[in-house]
């Protein structure tokens, strides 16, 4: 078995510092981080998550399975995020009201921070006028926001109508991503951009502030 088949299968086992420790193998064959993002990391949760719908794992099961992950990605961070690089600019990001998915918005925020941005993480459950407050005080270029669940995703548009109401949607570009988020969803609520992964996501950013 290859070390990433490993990663994916103990990731689904919660296997949280032997993931790291393969992570770290597989950083030393000189497989890329993308590589072990991909075809490790993510496929393991992804697979999880076909057994979670299928009512075969739990919840808890799936907690752990995050732990494991997100200990792997501290591992590549390191690998993907150039140190000492002046910002390129800053990204107020968090995950909407309702919603405690984490797992891809601190994929985006690791991809943001490898392209050069400065984020501020507002966590996950986070109110519109908690957004509203962080864009007056942290005066960012983008707020990038995540939801994960069809009941959540509406709270993207809140974000979006309270910026309006406060009166600074123009001074701010808004990105919005998540698994039930589309380009259409997007325009509909007045995004600026919409993006599939974390990666992209890091891209339009970029063009964004171009
Ligand atoms: Co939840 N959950 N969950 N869950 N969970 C899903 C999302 C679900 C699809 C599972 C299923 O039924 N198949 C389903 C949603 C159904 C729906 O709404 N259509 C679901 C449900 C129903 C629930 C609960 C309601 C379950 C319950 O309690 N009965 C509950 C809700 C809690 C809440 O939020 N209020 C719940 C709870 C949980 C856990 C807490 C157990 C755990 C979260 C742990 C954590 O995040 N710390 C969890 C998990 C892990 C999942 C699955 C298994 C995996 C999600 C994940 O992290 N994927 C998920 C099933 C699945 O997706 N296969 C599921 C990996 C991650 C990298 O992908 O977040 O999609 P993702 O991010 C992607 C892209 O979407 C994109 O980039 C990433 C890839 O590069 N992206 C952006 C994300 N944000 C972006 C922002 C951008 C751009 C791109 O720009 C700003």
């Known amino acids: ?36 993002l991909d075809e490790g990391l993510l496929k393991g949760m992804g697979e999880l998550g076909v057994r979670f719908k299928n009512n075969e794992v739990f919840v808890p099961e799936v907690l752990i ?4 992950l997100n200990k792997g990605t501290e591992v590549l961070k390191a690998k993907l995020v150039e140190e000492d690089v002046k910002p390129i600019g800053r990204v107020v990001l968090g995950t909407v009201a309702g919603d ?19 984020v501020i993480d507002l966590g996950t459950d986070v109110p519109a006028d908690k957004i509203v407050a962080a864009v ?53 609520i007045g995004a600026d951009a919409y993006t599939e992964d974390a990666s992209a996501a890091a891209e339009a950013a970029k063009a964004l502030i171009a």
Do not use: W
């Not at 983008?142 to 669940?149: Q, R």
């Not at 123009?170 to 919005?176: E, G, L, P, Y």
């Open 1 to 36: 078995m290859s070390v990433l088949s490993d990663i994916a299968e103990l990731v689904q086992k919660g296997k949280a510092q032997e993931v790291a420790d393969l992570v770290n193998q597989a950083l030393a064959e000189n497989i890329s981080a993308q590589q072990i």
């Open 65 to 68: 399975a995050a732990r494991a």
């Open 100 to 118: 405690l998915h984490d797992i891809g918005k601190n994929l985006v925020k690791l991809m943001l921070e490898g392209a050069g941005f400065e």
């Open 136 to 188: 007056g005080e942290y005066n960012p270029d983008i707020v990038a926001l995540s939801a994960l669940l069809t009941t959540t995703m509406a709270a993207q548009g809140d974000a979006i109508k309270a910026l309006v109401d406060a009166g600074v949607r123009d001074k701010v570009k808004v990105m919005v991503g998540g698994a039930p988020i589309t380009d259409a969803f997007a325009k509909e």
